[in-house]
């Protein structure tokens, strides 16, 4: 079956640098991907999303790289601030178009 | 923007009461759903809709059910709460021919 899973759980870093969320999914059918932050007392809220038929898309502070071949999806967040502390979903869409979630990694910035 | 409103942010009920949580959208989404936040799990699905009076499982349905009379209505229903349904409920809905969520803010349940 489908599963969708974060290297690490919790990640620190120091205001201003970069930080790097990493996902691994299992199914090398899946055609869609999204990120989303959820911060405390909040629902998740949409980051940015891939198809399958990219490597890599921009948005603001924020890039989202696939590679497919390894089944990996990886969020990165430039000049971390401190409002991206939070709570980071990957999911990946199954056959049913239903999104599919991993646990979610907890982004700390340290001012 | 959508806007997803879930009716309460915190309830605490007894065991073996029936509750009600409560899922209101504002755009016309035809897909809506049901999840449950517990920490080191993730996301669950609980239910999900496709349409009115449409209702269809997800992963871990037991102790729930679901209704949706109408379209922008979708609530999940515990017949006889547990304390092991103590728990963080998230609501979401998705629009026809787009695959993000729109999420609500969550209901904390709290079942003693």
């Known amino acids: 079956g489908e599963s969708v899973g974060l290297h690490l759980p919790t990640l620190s870093v120091q205001e201003g640098d970069n930080s790097i969320i990493n996902c691994a999914y299992s199914?090398?059918?899946?055609?869609?991907f999204i990120w989303y932050k959820q911060e405390s007392g909040k629902g998740p809220q949409f980051i940015i999303d891939?198809?399958?038929?990219?490597d890599k898309r921009q948005g603001k502070r924020v890039t989202v790289l696939l590679n497919k071949t390894v089944k990996h999806l990886s969020l990165q967040i430039a000049a971390t601030q401190p409002g991206d502390s939070a709570v980071y979903f990957c999911a990946e869409k199954d056959g049913a178009n239903n999104l599919f979630f991993g646990t979610g990694t907890r982004l700390t910035v340290i001012p | 923007d959508v806007k997803v409103t879930q009716s309460s942010r915190y309830l605490v009920k007894r065991t073996g009461e029936k509750v009600f949580l409560e899922c209101v959208q504002d755009?016309?989404?035809?897909?809506m759903f049901w999840y449950r936040q517990d920490p080191g799990l993730g996301l669950r699905l609980i239910y999900f809709s496709y349409d009115v009076k449409m209702k269809e499982k997800g992963d871990i349905p037991e102790g729930y059910s679901v209704s949706r009379e109408k379209k922008e209505r979708f609530s999940l229903i515990l017949e006889s709460a547990s304390t092991n349904q103590t728990s963080m409920y998230l609501c979401?809905?998705?629009?026809?021919?787009?695959?993000?969520?729109?999420f609500g803010s969550g209901t904390r349940l709290t079942v003693v």
């Open positions: 199914n090398s059918a899946s055609d869609y």
């Open positions: 755009m016309d989404h035809e897909n």
């Open positions: 891939i198809r399958s038929n990219m």
């Open positions: 979401a809905s998705r629009g026809r021919g787009y695959y993000g969520y729109t």
